[in-house]
């Protein structure tokens, strides 16, 4: 069936923000589709408020909204644009919800836009559980087993007909309070009755449990002449009970034969159709019960997912990218395998290699929630390996996900764990059960008893079992170096997955002395292809990976190529920003005629698509796994700078290792991170920083801090997003961090730095060529400094600094850039306290603002410094002067908080954030509303706000409250600000102390009659004071504001959209104003001297 | 581990470990990329003559349930894997892989390259090879694989078939099928009994007349191992049966309904062995994901087109994958629409089988 015709413009959804459950998959996804879609002479008309995207980047599509995504939106946009479809399925739950409601709302039929893919029908039938349900009777599916009950007879009459274990989830409670499963009759009528109770329409649902079956899921594809075709199969190596998000997964399915494949497979196809996802790709989840085989179905997604991201990278079948296609009429046997290029999509791709997925976790930053593991999706990351065997899959993964272990290594020693506690760790699924299913294994338990206790099958569990054997005998041979293990044995710990540091610890070497002797013994890695159908046909695609094999099929060119190395899995800090640096740099060098070499683990990334770079190594971003790919392909550069942390801490190694690192150089990069080093730097340019000093010893830290001055900003070195970052006010604090910080990093020592209270931040974002330096822009913070520059809003250009310090900003960049003789990104954070500009920071490398600048200023300033690295200068890119927009591009972070109850949400050193969103618009207070918006903290404009303020706030309240209560919002505050407010004639009611037992106002909030909360805290006895109520008002999506720079921009924000409604903008015409506007000589970027 | 060794006709050799029987096997080397579906593939009568690799590396994770068994014994002459998995794990295993091997006295190996393996095939065609743990001399297991019979030629048909007929079912439908053996998977009589078929299975070298005395509704032709032409007394019968009776031939059975209709074989390079290759119905125009096991193929532009109308294509490579005359009720199937292992797409054939029966008891 050819394409349709009937359409010419399509409108695609994106999913917005980075969030825990929707990352930088969706912009893989995104791209892919837009790209498929203008490929076939579409208009593609795009929205997604997140800059840090490929999908976003102005040549991706025809028109591309930065703008909240909302229904309202939404109607703007199909007003200004008129497609004649809206493709839903690419944008994640985010893209299904505003179209849901857009549908709802009756936006598509009034301007007569059709949807494309999966249409309402379908969408609501595979969201809704009882549509759902209904649907999977009808074409005879099991389900688990459940009913409703309003009462313990009725409860009970349910458990007659299930039978224990049972899960009771009372209906209508908020964050699934009072359910539980019961395992004994006792239990049931215990957590029946209380579930009864905190249920508001007194109603239970009664389920059987599947806690601890397999679970299993299947990523299918449709096309309109109802094709089907199964793309991947997975299996969980963790059961039923822990979300697949936060489960290692494994591709293909390990565990059942064909006859009960097959039978997943026909259920999967009947779903598809019963739901009636017209073209593309869904995800189906199923569990089976390990002791029968009885299969039931979880969930269906009726739309491309992260584990559609998985699959395609899994496999080499770009789902995504043929779910567009086949939404614009083709069917899969039109579409041609890119790969194979001769035979045609219609098929399902076998595998003949193993594919392991490990989430990656962030409970570190938040020390107050249990890095517990359950149906809540909580992991921020995943790291991907391939290799020939489980083990080795599993092992590179483990090394892959940046935790700090080698491999399923020994960090802890078996025999120091208590008995109970290994038990629990095995009992209650975690973020590091699988050491302990090791350490068990070591301690002598069997696969049978780990089995039975885990739920994990005992496939797994023996695999590990074997690691476990193999470790043992390499001991048992009382190995002294590397050199008395014989070839046979490396090549098998190779096979097996051990990296050469794992290797070092069991013979008591290091990793260079194993590299060294297994190259001698001629134990090298061999790298091979991805290719969709297990070497049956000719693969074109340069997709490899790397295994300890007889034979390797790179075709490394004679081509000048430079290799870029990524970031690795997604982690609060660092993320898709790096990715999207990387990919840019990969597009430029293209440009210039390079061939590009990509590294990277990262499933979700645009950078491990297999398009993205000529050509693509699936690998861990360690020293070895690097190295390996380096001895190769014999790069003639390798970048360093792009993909955040992960590769610069590498970089050191790699460079002693003579890998010609292009850019700024290692030594710059040291001299930058190295607290004495730059100190002196700064003497002799002459630039203000904050005392500071660097300390081994909590001695030695006092002393520091004595010298400086309380209050101090302390934090290990060579970390990235604040990581244990703080700001300490006395010694007792000072002890008790120095405590913790030196299980951060050993070898590093502490560095202290004055805080400088009421000052505010700047972030630069520059570039040069070693000659020039040109600044991509300058930040402004909106919150004081103190909170991380991640978590921070910012909007570019400055709104309220002065020329002076401007002026200096200016001048400072530029001599730093000079001094550390950059040769790419440089971006420097500065304090700024009465006109004085302080150094905090500088990194010569890719910041995570470096897209929104980009977006901001229409300028792609990874591409040019990435041809600044390759020895392009700045004036041949055409960059020589900073460019000042008239519109205003403002940018605010998307924190976590929801994922982790109970936890507070005060903004600080220590970066919290997943993600930003940009607002974009001519005055800063319109693009701040908009940045609110899609930051899902929509600002009301009317209704109640509550406001208790620290003392320090309470003079500059009284502005933002009069404003307020001029917009006619009811103001309720704490005793001591409304008594200021009322001084001031700003009626107030008096709202009682949460700590003096009075809940009136967490009442409020649970009843959804407070609108808006202002809330800054003082110090320590103020924040756990109001940490319930904050907490409460972010389960409950109510704006909470904790600074009062962030007050004010909301006040003002409100103001300005209570005179009119905002308008929406394609940042390709925010652009073309750039180009048209004349050059400012003023801004000229500057010749070194 | 006690070593063993793959060595191929053109001196190629891969060293592994063996597992299963212990001794020496030759036979045609070809690859199979299902992922799911071992038992199947060990059981499957069809692999007579052949030592098959799979290409998915972890092989016998769910062990062998004997009841997924597709004959009443393995037939393939060795069988190659990466990892062999030392654990089994379903709630139907029966035994492990390495077990059924050593009881069916199969030789294994692991630890292969088997995807340098697969390429290899890929780029100079299956070919001889021998498999041994005894000899571990590369020259002359190379030697050996040389003087191996190999399949073209051959008729391995003989030695797969039954010796005497046998009712698989005795169905409460309206039909009674004979099955013609030659090396016929279990789940085709599955498939027949399924519909209410009186299944019927008699040996290979069954004639016509013979056939005809049981009075049979249809005659199946089913799948088999190694070069059709070899088999010409087969192709006779089907010849004699054609225009008689309805006839439904699956994989070796297409291939001897192309002969019977004067079309020609020939050998592939290296066959088509797995459980995802896509074939397009050409009056439908629906894709169904097939399971295939051929090395032999009828020509395409061999088969007069007056009198056989070509009904599945390959999309991989364009082979012919279907065929049906024009006016007798015979047609045919390169692929597996019992499937055993793989997906079931294709079943709806034993349906078009069905309708065939029916329409040709209706016209009497």
């Not at chain 1, 049972?166 to 009072?178: A, C, D, E, Q």
């Not at chain 1, 950059?822 to 500009?837: E, F, S």
């Amino acid at each position: 069936m050819p394409k349709r015709t009937d359409i010419k413009k399509i409108l695609i959804i994106g999913s917005g923000p980075i969030i825990i459950s929707q990352a930088c998959e969706f912009d893989y996804s995104g791209t892919q589709a837009c790209k498929a879609l203008k490929e076939e002479g579409f208009e593609v008309v795009l929205v997604n408020s997140n800059p840090a995207t490929i999908m976003t980047d102005p040549e991706i599509a025809d028109a591309t909204y930065i703008e909240p995504i909302t229904p309202e939106t939404l109607e703007k946009i199909i007003k200004k644009e008129k497609p004649d479809a809206l493709l839903p399925t690419l944008g994640g739950q985010t893209g299904l919800n505003v179209a849901i409601k857009a549908v709802e709302k009756g936006i598509l039929a009034k301007h007569n836009v059709k949807m494309i893919g999966a249409d309402y029908d379908a969408i609501k039938k595979a969201e809704d559980r009882q549509y759902f349900k209904r649907a999977m009777e009808k074409i005879g599916l099991d389900l688990p087993k459940s009913g409703l009950a309003h009462n313990m007879q009725e409860a009970r009459n349910v458990l007659k007909k299930i039978g224990l274990p049972i899960i009771i989830r009372p209906s209508f409670t908020l964050g699934g309070t009072g359910g539980g499963i019961a395992e004994t009759e006792e239990d049931f009528e215990k957590i029946a009755n209380l579930g009864l109770k905190s249920s508001m329409t007194s109603e239970i649902l009664v389920e059987e449990s599947i806690v601890g079956w397999k679970e299993y899921e299947l990523e299918v594809m449709r096309d309109r002449k109802d094709n089907v075709v199964i793309v991947c199969s997975i299996e969980n190596f963790d059961p039923m009970g822990i979300h697949t998000g936060d489960s290692i997964t494994v591709a293909p399915i390990q565990t059942l034969t064909d006859r009960e494949y097959q039978i997943m497979r026909n259920a999967a196809i009947a779903i598809i159709r019963e739901i009636g996802v017209e073209t593309g790709g869904s995800n189906i989840q199923f569990a089976v019960n390990p002791k029968n085989g009885r299969m039931v179905v979880i969930e269906m997604n009726p739309r491309v997912s992260r584990s559609s991201a998985l699959a395609s990278k899994a496999t080499g079948f770009p789902i995504a990218k043929f779910a567009a296609k086949l939404a614009v009429g083709y069917t899969l046997d039109e579409i041609r395998n890119d790969i194979t290029k001769e035979t045609p999509a219609s098929f399902e791709p076998t595998i003949d290699y193993c594919v392991v997925k490990i989430p990656r976790f962030t409970f570190e930053k938040f020390p107050e929630a249990k890095d517990v593991l359950g149906i809540s999706m909580k992991s921020v990351g995943e790291t991907m390996a391939i290799g020939r065997t489980f083990k080795e899959a599993l092992q590179k993964g483990l090394r892959g996900l940046e935790i700090g272990h080698t491999g399923l290594d020994n960090k802890q020693d078996y025999t120091s764990i208590a008995n109970d506690k290994l038990m629990l760790r095995l009992k209650e699924p975690n973020a590091s059960r699988i050491f302990y299913v090791k350490y068990a294994l070591q301690s002598g338990m069997n696969v049978e008893e780990i089995s039975r206790i885990t739920g994990i099958d005992p496939w797994f569990v023996h695999n590990i079992r074997e690691i476990v054997e193999f470790e043992n005998e390499i001991v048992s041979i009382g190995a002294q170096k590397p050199e008395d293990l014989s070839r046979a044995l490396l090549q098998k710990a190779k096979q097996f997955g051990f990296s050469d540091r794992q290797i070092a610890d069991l013979t008591g070497s290091d990793e260079l002395s194993v590299r060294r002797t297994r190259k001698e013994k001629g134990v090298v890695a061999t790298f091979k292809l991805v290719d969709t159908c297990a070497a049956e046909f000719e693969a074109y695609t340069p997709y490899y990976y790397s295994t300890y094999e007889t034979e390797d099929e790179t075709r490394p060119s004679k081509k000048k190529k430079i290799m870029i190395l990524g970031g690795g899995p997604n982690r609060i800090g660092q993320g898709i920003e790096f990715d999207y640096c990387c990919c840019h740099a990969s597009f430029a060098l293209k440009g210039l005629g390079y061939e590009t070499i990509m590294v990277n683990s990262n499933p979700e990334t645009v950078s491990t698509d297999y398009d993205t770079s000529d050509k693509l190594y699936f690998e861990p971003l360690t020293f070895e796994d690097v190295m390996n790919i380096v001895d190769r392909e014999k790069p003639d550069g390798v970048i360093v700078q792009f993909g955040g942390q992960t590769p610069l801490n590498l970089a050191r190694e790699l460079e002693d290792a003579g890998v010609p690192i292009i850019g700024t150089t290692v030594h710059s990069i040291d001299v930058a991170e190295d607290r004495d080093k730059f100190a002196k730097l700064l003497k002799k340019l002459d630039i203000p920083h904050p005392p500071n000093g660097s300390a081994t010893s909590e001695k030695e830290a006092k002393g520091i801090a004595s010298r400086i001055g309380y209050p101090v900003l302390v934090r290990p070195s060579y970390v990235l997003g604040g990581r244990a970052m703080r700001i300490v006010y006395d010694d007792d604090s000072l002890e008790g961090f120095m405590e913790e910080a030196r299980d951060v990093s050993s070898k590093r020592p502490v560095l202290i730095d004055k805080f400088l209270e009421d000052a505010f931040e700047v972030d630069v974002d520059a570039v040069s060529d070693g000659d020039m330096t040109v600044i991509g822009g300058i930040m402004e913070h909106i919150e004081e400094a103190g909170v991380h520059s991640g978590d921070s809003a910012c909007v570019l250009p400055p709104h309220t600094l002065k020329k002076d310090v401007i002026d200096k900003i200016r001048k400072y960049t530029h001599a730093l850039s000079k001094g550390l003789k950059v040769k790419g990104l440089i971006n420097i954070q500065y304090a700024v306290k009465n006109h004085t500009v302080f150094v905090l920071e500088v990194n010569p490398r890719a910041s995570r603002t470096v897209p929104f600048v980009s977006k901001a200023i229409g300028i792609p300033l990874a591409k040019i410094a990435a041809g600044v690295m390759a020895g392009k200068t700045l004036e041949e890119l055409k960059f020589t002067k900073e460019i000042i927009p008239r519109h205003v591009s403002v940018k605010e972070s998307v924190l976590p908080f929801s994922r982790f109850s109970g936890v507070d949400i005060l903004l600080g050193p220590e970066m919290k954030s997943t993600g930003e969103v940009m607002g974009i618009d001519y005055s800063f207070d319109m693009a701040f509303y908009k940045s609110q918006i899609s930051a899902n903290q929509a600002l009301p404009q009317s209704g109640t706000v509550f406001i208790s303020v620290r003392n320090k706030d309470k003079k500059n309240i009284i502005s933002v409250a009069k404003k307020l209560r001029d917009m006619g919002f009811k103001i309720i505050a704490t005793e001591g600000t409304a008594k200021v407010l009322s001084s001031d004639n700003i009626e107030a009611e008096t709202a009682g102390k949460i700590s003096e037992g009075d809940e009136e106002i967490l009442g409020l909030i649970k009843k959804n009659r407070l609108h808006l909360i202002i809330n800054t805290p003082t110090g320590s006895e103020s924040r756990s004071d109001m940490k319930s109520l904050r907490s409460l008002a972010v389960m409950h999506s109510i704006p909470c504001i904790t600074t009062i720079q962030g007050a004010r921009a909301a006040v003002n924000g409100i103001a300005t959209i209570k005179k009119g409604d905002f308008e929406v903008k394609p940042i390709q015409e925010y652009i073309k104003s750039i180009t048209n506007e004349k050059p400012d000589t003023a801004n000229r970027g500057e010749k070194h001297a | 581990m006690k070593p063993a060794i793959l060595a191929l006709e053109d001196g190629k050799v891969f060293k592994g470990y063996s597992f299963g029987a212990t001794g020496e096997a030759s036979g045609e080397v070809i690859f199979n990329t299902g992922m799911t579906g071992y038992e199947e593939v060990i059981t499957d009568p069809s692999y007579e003559g052949q030592i098959v690799t799979m290409t998915y590396p972890l092989i016998g994770n769910y062990g062998i349930t004997l009841e997924d068994a597709e004959s009443r014994k393995p037939f393939l002459e060795g069988f190659v894997v990466k990892e062999r998995s030392r654990i089994v794990s379903n709630w139907r295993a029966k035994t492990s892989l390495e077990d059924y091997l050593k009881k069916n006295n199969i030789i294994g190996i692991e630890g292969v390259d088997t995807r340098a393996l697969t390429r290899h095939i890929r780029l100079e065609g299956a070919m001889k090879a021998v498999l041994s743990t005894e000899d571990l001399d590369e020259k002359s297991l190379t030697k050996k694989a040389k003087a191996s019979l190999g399949l073209v030629g051959r008729d391995l048909v003989k030695d797969v078939t039954v010796n005497q007929s046998y009712t698989w079912k005795v169905g409460l439908g309206p039909h009674k099928v004979v099955v013609l053996d030659c090396g016929v998977k279990r789940n085709i009589l599955r498939c027949l009994a399924n519909r209410g078929c009186d299944v019927k299975v008699v040996p290979a070298s069954t004639g016509f007349e013979e056939i005809m005395e049981m009075k049979p509704d249809g005659v199946m032709l089913s799948n088999g191992p190694g070069d059709p032409s070899a088999v010409p007394y087969v192709v006779k019968t089907v010849k004699e049966l054609i225009g008689k009776v309805p006839i439904f031939g699956i994989c070796l059975g297409h291939q001897m309904l192309g002969l019977a209709l004067g079309g020609k074989t020939y050998k592939l390079k290296f066959g088509h062995h797995g459980i995802n290759q896509p074939v397009k119905d050409l009056k439908t125009g629906k894709i169904a994901i097939t399971v295939q096991n051929h090395g032999f193929c009828v020509d395409i532009d061999s088969l007069s087109k007056e009198d056989v109308e070509i009904t599945h294509i390959n999309l991989n490579d364009n082979t012919l994958e279907g065929l049906r005359h024009r006016k007798l009720p015979v047609f045919s199937v390169q692929f597996h629409p019992e499937a055993a292992a793989g997906p079931h797409d294709a079943n709806y054939l034993f349906g078009e089988f069905m309708e065939l029966m029916n329409a040709k008891k209706n016209r009497h």
